[in-house]
């Protein structure tokens, strides 16, 4: 099937409006968020510190793909592209990713980095990415361990805070 003609029923928009309730379905139909952790109020923040976003729908209005670019005017890394499995091999990442790409071409990032875990690393060779050399450790730590770190942190501090 060529690209064109899996395409036809397709619509893609840029930073418009999307049904974070769709958005969220999707991220749990791919495996991103089996334990149902986000909430319709976080995914709608998500987007609106994105600096880009491209959602692709069928003409029924089922989000079908999706993509994004975040981070600060200078260093941005691209996420969650991703397709929903019966609409893969369609071109759909293809498009979003074109559109990523047009958006960090008007753009003057001086960094853009791109976390593949999907073992599809030679699609985003297709966009001019390469799989860098780490120089640096990656570190991680569980955001249950934050909260209870910074809980911990505002009981010592207020215990150390002089009395009156």
């Known amino acids: 099937m060529n690209a064109y003609a899996s395409l036809a029923d397709i619509t893609f928009t840029e930073n418009g409006y999307i049904d974070v309730a769709q958005l969220n379905a999707l991220y749990r139909l791919i495996g991103w968020d089996s334990h149902h952790r986000r909430t319709e109020a976080e995914t709608t923040q998500m987007l609106r510190v994105s600096h880009y976003y491209i959602a692709a729908h069928t003409a029924e ?8 670019v975040c981070g600060d005017p200078y ?7 991703i397709t929903h499995p019966a609409y893969r091999r369609r071109g759909i990442a293809t498009q979003c990713m074109r559109g990523v790409l047009a ?8 960094s853009v980095t791109l976390t593949d875990g999907s073992g599809i690393a030679g699609f985003y060779h297709r966009f001019g990415f390469r799989v860098g050399i780490d120089v640096a450790q990656r570190w991680e ?6 909260s ?15 009395r009156y």
């Open 61 to 68: 209005g089922t989000l079908v793909g999706f993509a994004r």
């Open 75 to 81: 260093v941005v890394q691209v996420l969650d592209v």
């Open 103 to 110: 958006h960090l071409q008007r753009s003057s990032y001086v």
């Open 141 to 146: 730590r569980e955001t249950e361990t934050i």
């Open 148 to 162: 209870n770190d910074a809980d911990s942190e505002r009981e010592s501090a207020s215990d150390k805070s002089p």
